[in-house]
Nanobody
Framework: QVQVRESGGGLVQAGESLRLSCTASGGTFTFNQNVMAWFRQAPGKAREFVGN????????RYADSVKGRFTISRDNAKSTVYLQMNSLKPEDTAIYYC?????????????????WGQGTQVTVSS
């Protein structure tokens, strides 16, 4: 059974930074062979793609709404992926989910992500 766990959420003020962490392990899952992604869901809205990172960390892809402010990185030795969020805005308030892909392509659609965490709340006050 693959387990994905996020941590690091919290309440911050606009303009501040926050770093989320996500670990994934279990079953036959091999962390360093999978694309990892972050999604988020704001109150009353659909879950949306934030960004993803290739298996070796060399390639990333971001949603336009976070490009230049958010950075995804990974440490395969620790089976951990990070989401560094800078210059946070109130509209970044959401539950942030980490997901592991079943492919090695940097795809944004949720259907290719087979394993999901429970999410961590990020609240940005104005």
């Amino acid at each position: 059974q693959v387990q994905v766990r996020e941590s690091g959420g919290g309440l911050v003020q606009a303009g501040e930074s926050l770093r989320l962490s996500c670990t994934a392990s279990g079953g036959t899952f091999t962390f360093n062979q999978n694309v990892m992604a972050w999604f988020r869901q704001a109150p009353g809205k659909a879950r949306e793609f934030v960004g993803n990172i290739g298996w070796n960390g060399a390639n990333t892809r971001y949603a336009d709404s976070v490009k230049g402010r958010f950075t995804i990185s990974r440490d395969n030795a620790k089976s951990t992926v990070y989401l560094q969020m800078n210059s946070l805005k109130p509209e970044d308030t959401a539950i942030y989910y980490c997901a592991a892909s079943g492919t090695n392509q940097l795809l944004a659609q949720q259907s290719v992500y087979l394993w999901w965490g429970q999410g961590t709340q990020v609240t940005v006050s104005s």
